[in-house]
């Protein structure tokens, strides 16, 4: 059973950092200095038109209820001519490393025979508030058996081993009665010492019944001698609108970081199904808060009215 | 110590051969050449015709030249690597391409090409081998083995590869930083770098430049080719000015020559390569470029491509007493 808390960021409050931003997307929780921060990305509109994302946080109270301070620009800004991030970053995912923090970006690159491409980056910060890129490179990009749209990255240390867990795409797939190809990814993990250098093998670790599914944002807590896994899934085609091919929020859990067992009905209860995720809910975001496990999501239209909280009872 | 150099002049140009295939309609770029019985191959980069936004797609081929009189004998009917697929790296190119002879196996590394918005390609490296003894090429996978990385941000290309020791060697191009033109238009400044492999999948980088800059900062340097002879290593490669270096020939390709003791440290000697200039007129009076070493008998041959890099043909000159 989960406890919705409903929207705890909403557009209105995102109005408050700039009226000119749209959508509130991903939360990712980070614990500052014993205080709750969310970084979420953010959107506005670039010269052509065309949306280009960034990230910003947002702190609260333990309650989660009040909203303490927020980043008043974006965290990073975009990359440079040329570079894998030149069009936005989208997620941002930061990790307690040590002393440091350590965020795993998605870096966005516009292509011409199809939308884009994505690849993760890497940023370091020594207060979990200002962070500065590592290099203009991506951390992680395609590879042999990991042809496109690498992205998605969130990082825990179990045991002395850095788990990444992270997406990449397979196929572009072009809908049958023509019109613009749409992507297939779906969820992988690599492991490292260091959380630099990745040993990857390119297999998806949580099974499908529909091969039209896309899976996205994985996002793992240790609760309850377990290892739980979030992220949401949708049809390759005509997920934009709400409803059946939408994004619905996926689960799966472990007990060995190695096999994954999926059980949707875990998290399936975690929707209100009021107003603002009744037609989709995406983007989750587990963590352990206090002795308890919470997911933050966003609901429809990918978090134009902000981005929301559940608490597992 | 300079060179001397015999040029031999152009050895094959698709416009001017009366049996190309469709796909090779113009240039001859990157020549790559590798020693058969009886032939010499010699690998190249070509283009059938542009699409409607005048935009090319690179292929590889090749032509078979006969071993003295180099005097062509034949060309590859098909291209010999395919496009990677919608969204995939290679979807619309491959070149340049080395191909390595090793134990009497064939591979080839090549830079594939995808199309992006801001800047004109990105460009990662691939890697296959062929099982039909270099008519053809097949994919290791769908992905490139060498793509950019933190302190790689841009394109990784111009892969030349060979077999040291007991590991193969990879000098490739790493984008430095894209810079505009006068026009506004992106162009791409790259550096030699070297990677090392056991097994040609997974790739151990020097990760910084082995060759210090002649031109200033925004040199562009490309295709470092590496023999071993005498006790050393020997690289060739070419170089040029940042901008407007297609058909200015104060700021063309040039090649350059370093070597190495170790393949790490590396020391620039261009004296070496001064006489190998671009002629008073015809194919390579604008530039030389892409330089391919190939021993054959008792004769040392470089292969390089001319004019519009390749848009004249390649052509060889012989590097006496070398």
């Known amino acids: 059973m989960w406890e919705n808390y409903g929207v705890i960021f909403s557009d209105s409050d995102l109005k408050k950092i ?34 280009v994302s960034l990230p910003y946080w947002v702190s609260f109270d333990s309650s989660f209820l009040n909203i303490e301070g927020f980043s008043k620009k974006p965290v990073v800004e975009k990359g440079s001519l040329g570079a894998f991030d030149e069009h936005g970053i989208f997620p941002f995912s930061p990790v307690k490393i040590g002393e440091d923090y350590f965020a795993y970006t998605t870096g966005w690159s516009r292509r011409q025979s199809v939308d884009i491409d994505m690849s993760i980056g890497l940023c370091k910060s020594e207060d979990g508030l200002n962070f500065l890129r590592v290099s203009s490179g991506p951390l992680m990009t395609s590879s042999l058996k990991e042809p496109f749209l690498v992205g998605d990255a969130f990082v825990k240390q179990y045991n002395n081993t850095f788990y990444m867990w992270y997406i990449f795409g397979d196929k572009w797939m072009v809908p049958a009665q023509g019109g613009n190809p749409e992507r297939r990814y779906r969820i992988t993990q690599a492991v490292s010492v260091d959380g630099l250098h990745w040993s990857r093998d390119g297999r998806y670790i949580i099974t499908v019944d529909d091969q039209r599914e896309c899976q996205a944002l994985p996002t793992v807590a240790f609760y309850n001698n377990r290892y739980h896994m979030a992220f949401c899934y949708r049809d390759v085609f005509d997920f934009r609108k709400g409803g059946e091919k939408s994004y619905k929020l996926g689960y799966a859990s472990s007990i060995d970081l190695v096999n994954w067992s999926r059980d949707d009905i875990f998290i399936n209860s975690i929707s209100s199904r009021s107003t603002w995720d009744s037609a989709m809910q995406c983007y989750p975001n587990l963590f352990v808060y206090a002795g308890s496990m919470y997911c933050a999501y966003n609901g429809n239209e990918f978090g134009k009215s902000g981005f929301g909280l559940a608490k597992l009872l | 110590m300079k060179l001397e150099f015999n040029k031999l002049g152009v050895l094959f140009n698709p416009v001017e051969y009366s049996e190309s295939p469709a796909w090779m309609q113009g240039f001859a770029q ?12 010699v690998y190249f980069c070509t283009r059938g015709q542009p699409d409607a936004n005048n935009m090319y797609i690179s292929r590889l081929g090749y032509v078979d030249l006969d071993k003295s009189s180099l005097k062509v004998m034949g060309v590859s009917k098909e291209p010999c690597l395919s496009l990677g697929g919608l969204g995939e790296f290679d979807e619309f190119g491959t070149y340049p391409v080395s191909v390595l002879k ?36 097949k994919k290791f996978g769908v992905g490139p083995v060498l793509a950019p990385f933190l302190d790689e941000p841009y394109i990784i290309t111009s892969p030349k590869l060979r077999f040291f020791g007991d590991r193969y060697v990879m ?72 901008l407007d270096f297609r058909d200015n020939p104060a700021n063309t390709y040039r090649i350059g020559y370093a070597s190495s003791l170790d393949l790490i440290d590396w020391c620039r000697d261009d004296a070496l390569t001064e006489n190998l200039r671009p002629s008073e007129t015809g194919w390579d009076s604008e530039m030389v470029a892409y330089p391919n070493i190939l021993s054959v008998g008792s004769r040392c041959l470089m292969f390089y491509a001319g004019n519009g890099n390749g848009k004249s043909g390649f052509g060889a000159a012989e590097i006496k007493g070398f």
């Not at chain 2, 990157?30 to 191959?41: C, S, T, Y």
Request: glycine share 8%; charged share 25%.
């Open chain 1, 18 to 51: 700039d009226a000119n931003l749209d959508f509130a997307k991903s939360p990712q929780f980070v614990l500052i200095k014993d205080s709750p921060v969310f970084y979420f990305t953010t959107q506005c509109r670039d010269k052509q038109g065309k949306w």
């Open chain 2, 171 to 242: 000098t490739y191009t790493a984008g430095h930083k894209w810079i505009k033109d006068a026009n506004d238009k992106p162009e791409i400044i790259y550096k030699l770098r070297i990677a090392f492999s056991k097994n040609l999948t997974d790739w151990s980088r020097l990760g910084k430049g082995i060759i210090p800059n002649k031109l200033g900062a925004d040199e562009a340097q490309a295709c470092g080719d590496i023999i071993f002879k005498d006790g050393r290593y020997h690289m060739f490669f070419c170089y040029r000015k940042a």
């Open chain 2, 30 to 41: 990157a020549p790559n050449a590798i020693e058969f019985d009886g032939f010499i191959r």
């Open chain 2, 102 to 137: 090793h134990n009497d196996e064939y591979f080839a590394a090549y830079g594939g090409w995808t199309r992006c918005e801001s800047v004109p390609f990105n460009i990662s490296t691939g890697m296959s081998k062929s099982n039909d003894s270099g008519v053809s090429f």
